[in-house]
């Protein structure tokens, strides 16, 4: 039963987000479910005198979790960033602080700003900031900038799409741009002093290897070992996400797991407790320090909660933590739902992991084990199966070469991380000492992506779907999930 209540407060109120998410019902809905609720609770209270009701009880459940998820959703839309409204459209001068790691692009950067003065007044409004590459920007600069402030714009990406800007930057509370103002370094130092610390450690770890491997497989390792935002060239990533491996460049998960690990393992003299409070420093701090993206946060608890169950000596359910992952997730943010790409990609990657690669398995024994080869092939399968419909339908990306690339490449991404983490590390007390290991590093990273540019060049590398209807991916991940359910229901092996 309590298996059940779990399911169903998860699903009522994950739905609940989600229907709140593309249409406003008003109040009037809210006391709708609340009297459909009582009504089904006052019903199962007389049915109970009679026979027992778990169903009608769990029914009872689900409307007042729905009823949750729309109010939660409510709750988080009630600020829609008012303050700078008066002054869209004009040239001012204002005064803001660096509030999260620039975003190192191209040719510009981005910074997350809050505003904290304009003309003496005081303010505590989000502003994303466009800049020209040049100067140095750090985490908690305080700026002097001089430019128009706007609303951002949906524009229409190269497959056709129309991206949702404005609600994309909503899911993070900004609702004002600046595009190439000037910008004036007047304080440093102004923002948290544990993040200042970490984003610090990772920089200086980032200058380490960058000293002593060239780009752009110098970013290519930046991005990782640490989810570094110093992008590569536009012109890479078209090779990369032509070759389907674009997702290399972003951090995994799987990274704080062995973080955690490594570190545990190295205390392991002192007693448990100790053990598990230095793994949850040791999550924490590693996804702040890595910008905190929807993949790191949603292994990080993840993994904070494979520690916890060791800790009360608890059966681990990987069902139940990555639900209660997102849960959390969305609990603290319920617009990442819809509005946030990462988030869902990461998760239906997760689910292809999870439940899809056991069956594949099934029918891969053919292929050696050795080295990992059927593990590798077997993930890659599992998750492109699960993720491409819902790619085709928000971005219409289909690499034909994918799954070829994807099983040369990521076999090699564990040693690359770790002659990169080694060269980084020692590159921290000395380049020369630290050449031996850039060189492994360099050669490894050059030749991930020779083989991504060599596939993402041919012809018929991919191609773009104009339009992929939202019903047909639905039906699909339908069909999925029955023949999932299905095949574990016959071996006797529901997760």
Do not use: C
Not at 201 to 219: D, G, L, Q, W, Y
Not at 469 to 480: H, R, S, T
């Amino acid at each position: 039963m309590s298996n059940l209540i779990f399911y169903t407060v998860i699903s009522g109120f994950l739905g609940g987000i989600l229907l709140r998410s593309f249409y406003n019902f008003g109040i009037y809905f809210s006391i709708f479910l609340i009297l459909i609720g009582v009504s089904v609770l006052l019903y199962s209270l007389i049915l109970k005198k009679k026979e027992n009701s778990p169903e009608i009880i769990l029914i009872a459940i689900f409307i007042f979790s729905i009823l949750f998820g729309t109010t939660r959703y409510d709750f988080s839309d009630i600020y829609k960033g008012e303050e700078l409204e008066q002054y869209i459209g004009q040239t001012e001068i204002f005064e803001g602080i660096i509030i999260a790691e620039p975003d190192y692009r191209e040719k510009s950067i981005l910074l997350t700003t809050k505003i904290i003065k304009i003309a003496e007044k005081e303010f505590s409004e989000k502003v994303l900031i466009n800049v020209p590459r040049g100067e140095q920007f750090n985490y908690g600069d305080r700026l002097k900038i001089s430019g128009e402030i706007s609303e951002p714009e949906n524009f229409e990406t190269d497959t056709g799409r129309i991206f949702d800007y404005k609600k994309y930057l909503a899911k993070e509370s900004i609702f004002y741009v600046m595009r190439q103002p000037r910008v004036e370094v007047i304080g440093t130092g102004e923002g948290n002093a544990i993040k200042q610390s970490l984003f610090m450690i990772k920089n200086k770890f980032i200058e380490a290897f960058s000293r002593v491997i060239t780009e752009p497989e110098s970013s290519l390792l930046g991005g990782l070992l640490l989810g570094a935002k110093r992008a590569l060239s536009l012109e890479w990533q078209d090779v990369l996400r032509k070759a389907g491996v674009i997702h290399i460049i972003v951090l995994s998960g799987y990274n704080i797991t062995i973080v955690a690990q490594f570190l545990m393992k190295i205390f392991g003299f002192l007693k448990p407790r100790w053990r598990l409070s230095i793994g949850v420093l040791s999550i924490v701090g590693f996804a702040i320090m890595t910008g905190g993206s929807a993949t790191v946060v949603r292994a990080s608890i993840m993994a904070l909660l494979v520690l916890f169950a060791d800790l009360i000596r608890r059966d681990y359910s990987v069902t139940r933590a990555l639900l209660l992952a997102g849960l959390l997730m969305v609990l603290v943010n319920p617009k990442i739902l819809v509005f946030d790409l990462s988030f869902q990609l990461s998760f239906l990657a997760t689910v292809g992991l999870i439940y899809v690669s056991p069956i594949i398995e099934k029918h891969l024994q053919f292929i050696p084990d050795r080295f990992g080869i059927r593990t590798v092939v077997t993930a890659t399968l599992a998750t492109q199966i699960f993720v491409l419909p819902f790619l085709l339908y928000s971005m219409g990306n289909f690499s034909s070469v994918a799954l070829i690339v994807n099983l040369l490449v990521l076999p090699l991404i564990p040693i690359t991380m770790f002659f990169g983490f080694l060269t980084g590390l020692v590159g921290l007390i000395s380049s020369v000492l630290a050449m031996p290991f850039a060189y492994v590093s360099y050669w490894l990273l050059h030749y991930q992506l020779s083989i991504s540019k060599f596939f993402g060049e041919l012809p018929f590398s991919s191609y773009i779907v104009p339009e992929f209807p939202a019903i047909i991916m639905v039906l699909i991940y339908a069909a999925l999930i029955f023949g999932i359910y299905s095949w574990q229901k016959k071996n006797n092996s529901l997760v």
